[in-house]
């Protein structure tokens, strides 16, 4: 290929990290059950597939299935119990079971502890990242628009009335955590076998987080905001890297405050529709950040109708006055007082 | 033999008795209209059939088997479906998915076979795209199926409500306010559905404030205050109940004849 290594290696990480954000978005996401363990499942997905190829000798595509089953397991044992809990409860455990996995991983022998597992043979490439990339959104898309797809929504969207109406939510809360790990897992096995080294810090919790960042950040609950998510936040810190200096050596804390400003002015993500739960149109409106410009001369033009009528009967041209200057003031132009023509003979007809 | 019948059944929050020995029974194909002051404990009693809450003592009984044995979920499975008194809708699905969810204890694809998107998942998916179609049909709800489910009007909501329980194949149909809110030509359309269901033959256990609807609806009515059942009867013989009447209009020494 006759693409840089530079820009190789970031778009094989990229492929990893869209993994982990579509495995995580399905049980955040779709079934909006916060986890803060994501990172967890990826780091014993990574150590089973790194130890099965450099210490058993077993071949890499039996090593990454292994990984998977591996962390599926383990999401099967964690979520039986931490999955009857609610909202914060769950992100407790979640991030507790995280700091287990990392903590034993550290003081174990078969993993190198603390110096790390070494070793390992150079087996990842971007065909196979893209593949699998491409492999988990695809089942993601299928399992969106199933009959399981539909249970996990009505679960996020209204636990009781899921319940009344036949739905298992434990069983599908459990299976969504299980599909989740298990994806998690064959993303540790890639990561493994592309930078032939692990250690326990890569899946501590602030990689955790960072998964749940690019799912916010791209859009909870869609297939593309992940996406686009997770190639966001893996190319940020390095483009901030391009720009000068200062910027590149203080490059994480303009990454932080990018993240900051993001949620600021598009908390329901970059390609979100807005979720129950991370609705906050009405405060952002009440701050004046309207959507578009046209929104906000609708809106305007609405309370100005309103206050019109209040006051008796303006005739129409002055009503048009105060949509002018509206348009003006919020720079729509000439859109803006289209939208102000029509509404004046609106009101003349009236 | 009744199609639900609850023996002394009570359950307490605290201090508080919600409900204390209430018995009950509704046979097939009636409607029984529920009705009480407010905190009266009928939704309490609603909460304790779909298997919320459990009892403290007492028997709830669902075509003869005893409901505490099942987990809720799979009370709606065997035949039990309820609305809810403050709409409960899956406010960002669609209007369609909505009731498609209702047909989930009666659909089996698993998680392997949507991946692989098999030929019989594909046919369930469209039965059971079609049956939920007939059923907004039927509950006379006239939107768009793929509108979000929170963009509907009051009254459609509840209309939407209904329609996904009843895509559960209920025996039984808890109603838990199907009117309230509602302005009086909503309110007929819905006692028009409601008479439509129990013909389509199902047995319907209805809570309801509108007086008029439940006297002009029901085959039977009981009457609950402070959690207690102070009458049973035909909707004529509790209009005339002393016990019902104080409990809705205070005692006769304060009522200036």
């Known amino acids: ?350 | 033999m009744p199609v639900l019948e609850l023996r002394n059944v009570s359950k307490s929050f605290g201090g508080i008795a919600a409900v204390r020995e209430v018995s009950l029974s509704i046979e097939q194909g009636a409607i029984l209209g529920l009705i009480g002051p407010n905190g009266a404990g009928k939704t309490t009693l609603f909460n304790l059939v779909t298997g919320i809450y459990t009892p403290d003592s007492g028997e709830i009984l669902f075509g003869g088997r005893d409901l505490a044995t099942l987990r809720p979920h799979e009370i709606t499975d065997s035949g039990l479906a309820r609305t809810f008194q403050n709409i409960r809708l899956f406010g960002q699905m669609t209007v369609l998915e909505n009731v498609m969810i209702g047909r989930h204890c009666r659909t089996k694809a698993g998680v392997l076979g949507a991946i692989l998107g098999i030929p019989g998942v594909r046919k369930e998916e469209a039965e059971t795209r079609k049956r939920c179609l007939e059923l907004l049909d039927f509950v006379g709800l006239d939107v768009d199926p793929d509108e979000k489910a929170s963009n509907l009007s009051y009254g459609q909501q509840r209309q939407l409500e209904i329609a996904r329980a009843l895509a559960t194949d209920p025996e039984l149909l808890l109603l838990d306010e199907p009117a309230a809110g509602m302005n009086p030509q909503e309110t007929n359309e819905t006692t028009e559905l409601i008479r439509r269901i129990r013909d389509a033959g199902k047995t319907i256990l209805l809570i309801e404030h509108d007086m008029k609807m439940v006297m002009g609806m029901a085959d039977r009515v009981a009457v609950l205050d402070h959690g207690v059942k102070i009458a049973e009867g035909t909707p004529e013989e509790v209009q005339r109940d002393p016990a019902v009447i104080r409990a809705y209009l205070g005692d006769e020494a304060n009522v200036v004849a």
């Open chain 1, 1 to 350: 290929m006759m693409i840089s290594p530079y820009y190789y290696q970031l778009l094989v990480i990229a492929s990893i990290n869209v993994i982990m954000a579509l495995s995580l978005n399905l049980v955040t996401g779709c079934a909006g059950q916060l986890s803060l363990g994501h990172a967890a499942f990826m780091g014993i997905g990574a150590y089973t597939a790194g130890i099965l190829t450099s210490v058993y000798g077993l071949s890499f595509a039996v090593a990454l299935i292994a990984g998977g089953a591996m962390a599926a397991l383990f999401g099967l044992l964690v979520g039986l119990p931490t999955l009857r809990l609610k909202g914060d409860y769950l992100a407790i455990a979640t991030l507790g079971f995280g700091e287990i996995i990392r903590v034993s991983i550290l003081n174990m022998k078969v993993t190198g502890g603390p110096f790390g597992l070494r070793g390992i043979s150079k087996q990842t490439n971007l065909t196979i990242a893209a593949i699998a990339a491409v492999l988990v959104y695809w089942t993601m898309t299928r399992l969106m628009n199933s009959r399981f797809g539909r249970a996990l929504t009505a679960i996020r969207e209204d636990e009781v009335a899921a319940v009344a109406m036949g739905i298992d939510v434990t069983r599908h809360k459990v299976l969504a955590f299980v599909i989740s790990a298990a994806w998690a897992g064959i993303a540790g096995g890639l990561f493994a076998h592309w930078f032939r080294y692990l250690h326990p810090s890569s899946f501590a919790f602030s990689a955790s987080v960072e998964i749940l960042s690019m799912v916010v950040l791209g859009g909870m609950g869609s297939l593309e905001g992940p996406v686009i998510g997770a190639a966001v936040l893996t190319y940020a810190p390095e483009l901030l890297r391009g720009v000068s200096d200062f910027v590149s050596q203080h490059r994480m804390m303009f990454y932080g405050a990018l993240l900051v400003v993001m949620m600021l002015v598009r908390p329901q993500g970059l390609v979100g529709t807005g979720l129950n739960g991370l609705r906050v149109s009405k405060f952002r409106r009440s701050r004046g950040l309207e959507q578009s410009g046209i929104d906000m001369v609708r809106r305007r033009f609405a309370s100005a109708m309103k206050r019109a009528q209040r006051k008796g009967s303006p005739s129409p041209c002055v009503v048009n006055e105060q949509l002018a200057d509206l348009a003006v003031r919020s720079g729509a132009g000439s859109s803006g007082t289209g939208v102000a023509g029509g509404g004046g003979e609106e009101h003349a007809g009236s």
